[in-house]
């Protein structure tokens, strides 16, 4: 495994950490980390709520790579409850590809950090409406 996916997990690890914000709001108990084509890497939690208003970690890490003026997605991982096992959900794969129509199925994503397996994008989602 290269170094900058054990960057990626330390990253994600520094902010993962289920917090109760309130009686209808959780933060922190999935952590992502984002790197974008320039290097930089952008991190995110998810955050819960009661009525369906919370958003993953890796939307998250996302929106701050966008926030800090950065559109391109290089690697996605992402820290779930069973400690880095899974795919970006639905949501998450539709977010990657429109962001980057044309481009996402390069993007590599972490499935199973102890074992170093990574897929592409275009691997999780070949018949994108997208294409």
């Known amino acids: 495994m290269d170094q900058i996916w054990v960057d990626m997990y330390n990253a994600a690890k520094a902010v993962l950490g289920g ?14 980390a984002v790197r974008s084509k320039s290097g930089k890497i952008y991190v995110g939690v998810c955050i819960d709520t009661c ?3 919370g958003i993953c970690a890796e939307r998250n890490a ?3 790579m966008i926030t800090n ?8 991982f992402c820290i779930p ?4 096992k899974g795919a970006p959900c639905g949501a998450c794969r539709e977010l990657m590809v429109q962001l980057m129509p ?3 199925k390069d ?10 397996l990574v897929m ?5 989602t070949p018949e994108w409406w997208i294409d």
């Open 69 to 76: 003026g950065e559109y391109e997605i290089d690697r996605v």
């Open 19 to 32: 917090k109760r914000i309130s009686d209808y709001v959780t933060a922190g108990e999935v952590s992502a």
């Open 120 to 124: 592409k994008l275009g691997e999780l």
């Open 107 to 116: 993007i590599d994503i972490m499935i199973d950090y102890s074992k170093g």
């Open 102 to 104: 044309g481009r996402y």
């Open 62 to 64: 996302i929106f701050n």
């Open 81 to 84: 409850p069973n400690d880095g």
């Open 51 to 53: 009525s369906t208003l």
